[in-house]
């Protein structure tokens, strides 16, 4: 097995692992479903600590490094702010690829989360990616005020905390719904709290 996928066939396994054993499973079980030797798998992570942060950076934080093309790519205010809603819950479709969401993945994926808040380098990282989620939802929203298309009944900031509160209502939905059902929640009440932000002129010429 070439090193490149060695390394990914571990992290692969372990966070599948994670999620559906919880973080208290095995180096062991870890390198027998890998199909790896303690060898390879010490080569690249010096412990499970190193491994899980690993498998944390890849399918929890990874999607907020799209942030900055999102924010300077082509579209208007509404279509990136759609994508940066959606990323909050890219870490659950990731879970959902182990097996039966409604049986192991949501239970999964609190098991990763009370991991994190127990490591203080991912309650960093976790942070610094809120933040930087936080401020491109300011961008966008200031730029659909420059478009002249939105025009916010409250600050940009309590514009951004509302759409906030509606992702972590989705999230918290997530846990006992579906995803899809979750996303759709999610994309309902978004687009309301955008269409009463909306001039009005724009609001009709959109209808």
């Not at 692969?12 to 479903?33: P, Q």
């Not at 659950?92 to 999964?108: F, K, M």
């Not at 610094?128 to 940009?156: F, H």
Request: glycine share 6%; with cysteine.
């Amino acid at each position: 097995m070439k090193k490149k996928q060695s390394k990914t066939k571990i992290i692969v396994t372990a966070f599948e692992l994670f999620v559906t054993e919880g973080y208290r499973v095995g180096i062991n079980r870890i390198i027998d479903k890998a199909g790896v030797s303690r060898g390879a798998l010490y080569h690249y992570f010096n412990s499970k600590e190193d491994l899980f942060e690993e498998v944390v950076k890849t399918y929890f934080f990874k999607q907020f490094q799209e942030l900055p093309d999102i924010v300077s790519g082509p579209g208007n205010f509404q279509s990136k702010i759609q994508k940066i809603m959606y990323l909050p819950l890219s870490p659950l479709y990731e879970v959902d690829q182990c097996g039966n969401y409604q049986h192991t993945g949501a239970e999964g994926y609190l098991t990763i989360v009370s991991a994190i808040h127990q490591n203080k380098r991912l309650l960093q990282l976790q942070d610094d990616y809120n933040k930087l989620w936080v401020e491109s939802l300011k961008t966008v929203v200031q730029q659909g005020i420059k478009e002249g298309q939105l025009t916010p009944r409250q600050t940009i900031a309590g514009l951004v905390d509302a759409i906030r509160l509606i992702v972590d209502g989705a999230l918290l939905n997530a846990y006992n719904t579906s995803l899809e059902e979750a996303k759709h929640k999610l994309q309902r009440s978004v687009s309301y709290l955008l269409s009463i932000n909306f001039k009005p002129e724009v609001a009709v010429m959109k209808q």
